[in-house]
């Protein structure tokens, strides 16, 4: 029987008879054995998959960390500058004037008009929910500042609300992981509510 299989397309065989890949497959495999027992760089290109999302998740909880200091940094500003109002020293305060007694309770961070919103309400009391709901929202429906406000003619023994309301630089705030996150800026809230003393 004769075998009609071309001459190029024949495997070779050995001295044994045995077919034998041709040469190039051979090296082929070779090549591929010799790579698939390599391990160098494979400590770089796990460090690459990996390295990325560790760096991210360091530089959120720095970034969450130092948000929460500043937070803490304007709720003691709030408190300083209320007391005046509590006292009776803010009669004759304007939103500038105590915009100033705030931003000088935090000079390590910068502060302005345009950093910082303010609301000055007097409430009728500590008890009733409703009488705070009531109070001017900070933010329109759009989610833009409503502007500031301070209440006229703070009396003795009146329950005022402070309101607070400051941006902050926060990169991962284009996540929106908040309500109050924006395009590269998160705003942080304050709020005091105290009675004014019996001056």
């Known amino acids: 029987m004769s075998n009609n299989t071309p001459p190029e397309t024949r495997m070779p065989r050995d001295r044994t008879g045995k077919k034998v890949a041709s040469k190039p497959l051979s090296l082929l495999r070779k090549a591929f054995r010799r790579y698939s027992r390599d391990d160098q760089g494979v400590t770089a290109i796990e460090f690459g998959i990996v390295g990325l999302p560790f760096f991210m998740l360091i530089f959120g909880i720095l970034?969450?960390?130092l948000a929460f200091f500043v937070n803490r940094i304007v709720d003691n500003a709030v408190l300083e500058a209320s007391r005046l109002v509590r006292t009776g020293q803010g009669q004759a305060f304007s939103v500038n004037i105590f915009r100033d007694k705030l931003c000088a309770n935090m000079p390590v961070l910068p502060c302005g008009a345009g950093k910082v919103q303010i609301k000055v309400d007097?409430?009728?009391t500590f008890y009733d929910g409703k009488d705070f709901d009531s109070l001017p929202p900070m933010l329109d429906k759009d989610g833009k500042p409503t502007?500031?406000?301070y209440a006229s003619n703070i009396g003795r023994s009146e329950i005022v609300a402070?309101?607070?309301m400051y941006r902050w630089p926060m990169f991962?705030?284009?996540l929106k992981f908040g309500p109050g996150d924006s395009s590269g800026e998160r705003l942080l809230y304050s709020t005091h509510i105290f009675r004014t003393e019996p001056w």
Do not use: H
Request: avoid cysteine.
């Open 63 to 65: 970034e969450f960390g």
């Open 147 to 149: 502007g500031d406000q």
């Open 122 to 124: 007097k409430i009728k």
């Open 162 to 164: 402070v309101r607070v």
């Open 172 to 174: 991962s705030s284009i």
